[in-house]
């Protein structure tokens, strides 16, 4: 029901576009240190040419467009990973060749942030799975257990079963200096981490369905367009609900309850056995936390949703099949996220 890409071999060509924002010159050799993590693995690496840092986006919306597709149709390259997020990925959803994209064998495609609207549109219009996760400048980082690196998900056989978990602590803020540290491999993780239920409850919890999401300032931004069909997503295939999971960036506690909101009215949680909302260190409100604007949302959704997941801008992050088959339990006080590459 879903097209999962072919596993990721060693060997195996990787593509680097950005998709949204470039690499300034003075993270070059931050740039250039994460290309040589996936070569030293044995990949052969091909950095495109939209690639420019010096404004908000690497090229206009047609080459990066263009420079995508031809990437994606290349069945020599297996794997797509921009450096990083940015601002303005939604721009160029218009100039991609959808049914091209569609036909062709799927390859994965990698990241988060700016970079979830691409994700997400590609899995709810075409059934192909895409992989939310660390991008190519944080690759070099030692992903702590029970998390997996993304290279072990992308390499995965189908069929195969990935477990992981909440992260046992979590960096609180801000992001190391790639300018005075370009090889840094190491999180500095200074907070204990831990998931919790919005409404705790005393049972154990179990929910399941297709994982579809990404960063809530984002995909919010594709309810109601070509790009966001999840209720055609969950009759195609869903039929057993999907498991959505949202993080916030950086809006304020007002926006983030404005874009949950409008999100339930556009039908995204109609067909949800359950949310996952990623931890964030966005600001609140006067007047209203960031689990406020949960709760005021999807307080009333009659499905479990689960807080301070690890899948957003604070590391370390899971590594998310968007389209694959998820449990999400929690047994004797343990929590656990199974994915199957069915």
Known sequence: MIRYPAPLRPGDRIGVTSASAGVPEALR???DHAVRTLRVLG???VVGACMDGSGVVSAP??????????????????????????????DLLA???????????????????????????????TGIATLHGPNLMDTPYTVPEPLLPWQRVAAAAPGSTLVQGPAARYRSTGFDDYVRTPEVSEYSLDAPG????????????????????????????????????????????????????????EADAFEAARRLHGMRLAGWFDHATGVLIGRTAAPDAPGLTQRDAVR???????????????????????ALVNGARTVVARTGGRWTLEQVLD
């Not at 420079?67 to 601002?87: N, Q, S, Y």
């Not at 062709?104 to 709810?124: C, K």
């Not at 807080?307 to 801008?313: F, S, T």
């Open 29 to 31: 050799p931050r740039l």
């Open 43 to 45: 990949h052969d690496v």
């Open 61 to 90: 919306a047609h080459e990066r467009a263009d420079e995508l597709t031809t990437m994606l149709l290349d069945p020599a390259i297996r794997a797509i990973v921009p450096p990083w997020g940015g601002e303005l990925a939604i």
């Open 95 to 125: 100039h991609l060749d959808w049914d091209a994209v569609s036909a062709a064998e799927p390859t994965w495609v990698v990241g988060y942030s700016d970079i979830s609207t691409l994700l997400t549109a590609m899995t709810l219009r």
């Open 194 to 249: 831990g998931w919790a239920l919005l409404e705790e409850q005393a049972a154990d919890v179990r929910v399941s369905g297709r994982l579809v999401g990404g960063c809530l300032e984002t995909v919010a931004n594709l309810s109601g367009t070509p790009h966001g069909p999840v209720a055609q997503f969950a009759a195609a295939h869903a039929p057993g609900g999907t498991l959505v999971y949202l993080e916030v960036a």
């Open 296 to 318: 005021d949302a999807l307080g009333t959704l009659d499905v479990p949703v689960v807080l301070d997941v690890d899948c957003g801008h604070l590391a370390p992050q899971l």
